[in-house]
């Protein structure tokens, strides 16, 4: 059984800082690595898929990178509307997500 | 544009049933697969179950197997979920989901607005 956990819970960041995001899977998932966001009363929203490829319409300063088991969400530059819980999701098996990362504003 | 559109969420009683559904529009809806997925109040995202194109790959989580039951009628672009025996660790809100691709292993692309789910005597 795969589980997946993702560090730091919280990462506090100023507007314009870098943050970086990490997702661990216990076993190995390829590249079958999503990340999602989340705002409060929002439903998810895909960021990136294939471990490392943008979704439709999300900006360039979003970024993605790993395989196997190691995983990386990185946001180049921290804008006011990127303070939100960010999920990973392996699906390399049945979907499964990480209990998520909280960013909020240092 | 896509939409999905959650229903038939409310309050229900331990060990009684609920169907839920979810219409969707805006996309060839027998082309992908689709999902559901539940978040209790304040906790994070739980895959419930999910279903390919063309209904041939269905999995559940095992916090629901044997008890919920996934399901699409293509030609009404319509996913359900049956959920029987609820407990109130099923309070949540439903989210419904369309994969990327047909495989059901995939990631979800848009998402609807969700209905929640409330079990309580």
């Known amino acids: 059984e795969i589980v997946m956990t993702q560090s730091p819970a919280t990462l506090s960041v100023s507007p314009g800082e870098r943050a970086t995001l990490s997702c661990r899977a216990s076993?190995?998932?390829?590249?079958?690595l999503a990340w999602y966001q989340q705002k409060p009363g929002q439903a998810p929203r895909l960021l990136i898929y294939?471990?490392?490829t943008r979704a439709t319409g999300i900006p360039a300063r979003f970024s993605g990178s790993g395989s196997g088991t190691e995983f990386t969400l990185t946001i180049s530059s921290l804008q006011s509307e990127d303070f939100a819980v960010y999920y990973c999701?392996?699906?390399?098996?049945?979907?499964?997500f990480g209990p998520g990362t909280k960013v909020d504003i240092k | 544009e896509v939409q999905l559109v959650e229903s038939g969420g409310g309050l229900v009683q331990p060990g009684r049933s609920l169907r839920l559904s979810c219409a969707a529009s805006?996309?060839?809806?027998?082309?992908?697969?689709m999902h559901w997925v539940r978040q209790a109040p304040g906790k994070g995202l739980e895959w419930v179950s999910g279903?390919?194109?063309?209904?041939?790959?269905?999995g559940y989580a095992d916090s629901v197997k044997g008890r919920f039951t996934i399901s699409r009628d293509n030609a009404k672009n319509s996913l359900y979920l049956q959920m029987n025996s609820l407990r109130a660790e099923d309070t949540a809100l439903y989210y419904c989901?369309?994969?990327?691709?047909?495989?059901?292993?995939?990631?979800?692309?848009?998402w609807g607005q969700g209905t929640l789910v409330t079990v309580s005597s």
């Open positions: 805006g996309f060839t809806f027998d082309d992908y697969a």
């Open positions: 076993q190995s998932v390829s590249s079958n």
């Open positions: 279903i390919s194109w063309n209904s041939g790959s269905i």
């Open positions: 989901a369309k994969g990327a691709a047909r495989r059901v292993v995939v990631a979800d692309d848009y």
């Open positions: 294939g471990a490392s």
């Open positions: 999701q392996q699906y390399n098996n049945w979907p499964l």
